[in-house]
């Protein structure tokens, strides 16, 4: 049967591409001389992803992030795969870090979600969740083309379709 898998999965290498970009716009920029301003990609494993963004002050962490977001859109990369919904810490002399996660794999509240459209849809395909993915089988390619418009339609998820098999 015609099956492929719905993932949640950015592209790491355009964000480390991005970060790579950011630093270079923040060390010629005239607002950001002499400032501490910095953005940190660290990949400790496939689930434990994280910018970490430094700066100064209030304004210039918003500053660090809106070049970040920019250079982010830019390359192609959904901004939806950043969690910046986290507030900055404040760390010695003034200077402040914000923890910015990168989302990977779907939860199972959204893989519930995926299933559950899918099921509504009435067309003739099934979802299964396995692990990270979804799994979603039909009779026809045509019914399992016609499930991925209706998941980038009705998910607020940046997905991704993988393993796309006759």
Same mark, same amino acid.
């Given at each position: ?83 910046? %919904?986290? $507030? ?8 402040? !870090? /914000?923890? +910015? ?5 779907? *939860? &199972?509240? %959204?893989? $519930? ?8 849809? !009435? /067309?003739? +395909? ?5 692990? *990270? &993915? ?33």
């Amino acid at each position: 049967m015609p099956s492929f898998d719905t993932v949640l999965e950015p592209n790491l290498v355009e964000v480390r591409n991005a970060v790579d970009q950011t630093m270079k716009e923040i060390g010629t920029r005239f607002d950001f001389k002499g400032s501490s301003a910095k953005v940190e990609f660290a990949d400790k494993s496939a689930k434990d992803r994280e910018l970490t963004l430094h700066a100064d002050s209030d304004f210039q962490l918003q500053q660090v992030q809106d070049v970040l977001v920019g250079r982010l859109s830019k390359r192609g990369v959904d901004i939806r795969f950043l969690d910046l %919904s986290g $507030k900055p810490q404040k760390m010695s002399h003034d200077k402040l !870090k /914000l923890a +910015v996660p990168v989302k990977a794999g779907i *939860d &199972a509240e %959204s893989a $519930k979600k995926i299933t559950v459209a899918l099921k509504a849809s !009435k /067309l003739k +395909v099934q979802g299964s969740i396995q692990g *990270d &993915a979804v799994r979603v089988t039909g009779a026809k390619k045509d019914e399992l083309q016609a499930a991925m418009a209706l998941l980038r339609r009705e998910i607020e998820l940046p997905l991704t379709f993988d393993n796309f098999r006759d």
